[in-house]
């Protein structure tokens, strides 16, 4: 996601570093690499989203009819840009989910960090 930054700091997308610093209830935008996806059965349907910038990680909560809405890219899309409401609650810093879309890939080569 570093190499993100510069096209993402002028749309508004904080980091998730910044999170724990935003009043509860404001409108945020987040991006990231989604590392988790999970829908437990006990959620009455709504999926938690772990995603992972250059600073750590967003907790994403998504409400099951947004989830029908944006299914495709919600579980097969491997980065995300995420608007939504911040919520604190009992130390957990969560994005609600208003709007989901896939962060188009890079325009240019990210260089291999194997070894060689």
Do not use: C, W, Y
């Not at 930054?5 to 009043?23: H, I, K, Q």
């Not at 990680?57 to 491997?78: D, M, Q, Y």
Request: proline share 9%; hydrophobic share 45%.
């Amino acid at each position: 996601m570093v190499f993100r930054r510069a096209e993402l700091a002028p749309l508004g997308v904080l980091r998730a570093t910044d999170l724990p610093g935003v009043p509860h209830g404001r409108r945020v935008r987040v991006a990231g690499s989604v590392i988790v996806r999970q829908r437990p059965g006990t959620a009455k349907g709504f999926v938690f989203l772990s995603l992972e910038d250059e600073t750590g990680i967003a907790n994403v909560i998504v409400r099951p009819t947004l989830f029908e809405r944006h299914r495709l890219a919600l579980v097969s899309e491997p980065f995300l840009l995420i608007d939504g409401t911040l919520q604190q609650q009992d130390g957990v810093v969560s994005v609600r989910a208003e709007r989901v879309e896939p962060l188009p890939p890079l325009t240019h080569a990210v260089p291999s960090h194997d070894f060689g």
